[in-house]
């Protein structure tokens, strides 16, 4: 099975988990596909304090807390889905703290995330209160990890945008536009996930055969 892990940057079972939920649920109804859901919602998470000791001991994140569980997801997952409230036209603080988190992936499983498909969503208490931007924060991690970034089908711009009104899930429910973002944005991601997933095995063939480096052994750039 193809597997699309669904992470949810919002603190309440609100808007933020009604959206991310509705989009899974349209992803795993396409074949060969299974979804995970993860949240940061009731779980122990603290921030990166920059010890550094991934970089010296190339380890992942040596603090010890609810982080371990979506580090594994992660690494086993062939894609991942990304919703986060906006607060402050960016992602949310437990959002952010998970993201700064994965700084070690790229030492401990060089090229671990690659080619990977990321999705971003995001929650606004205000129609245009930063979406989009959030959006982005998301998609740039997404690119930093050298995955592959869909916005969704046509109309969706960067992803989905819900407009909550600050009314948790009955406020997203009401936002007919926004939901159509969601699912058009869960069927492109389904489709990239399909489409990367039958390629991504002829993509290595035809590497082997024109003896370029496999995707996944190639050196780790000095930063
Ligand atoms: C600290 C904080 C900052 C916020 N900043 C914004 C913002 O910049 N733009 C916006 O549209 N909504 C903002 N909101 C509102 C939330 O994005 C909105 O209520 C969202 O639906 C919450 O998602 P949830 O129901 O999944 O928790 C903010 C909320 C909080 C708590």
Known sequence: MIKVLGICGSPRKGATEWSVRKALDIIGSYPGIETTFWSVRGKKIGPCIHCDRCIREKTMCVI???????????????AILIG???????????????????????LVHPGGLRNKIGAALSVGGTRHGGQEMTNLAIIN????????????????????KIWS???????????????????????GMAEAVLVAEHGRARARELMAESGKVDAGSSPLRDH
């Open 165 to 187: 009104k600050d009314d948790r899930v009955s406020g997203a429910e009401k936002d007919t536009v926004g939901a159509d973002t969601v699912v058009r944005l869960a069927q």
């Open 141 to 160: 991690f997404f690119l930093m990890h050298e995955m592959l970034v869909t916005g969704g089908l046509g109309g969706c711009y960067n992803g989905g």
């Open 84 to 106: 986060s409230p906006v607060y402050d036209m960016n992602v949310s603080g437990q959002l952010a703290m998970v993201l700064n988190r994965m700084r070690p992936h790229y």
């Open 64 to 78: 010890e807390d609810d982080v371990r569980e979506v580090e594994s997801l992660i690494l086993e997952t062939d």
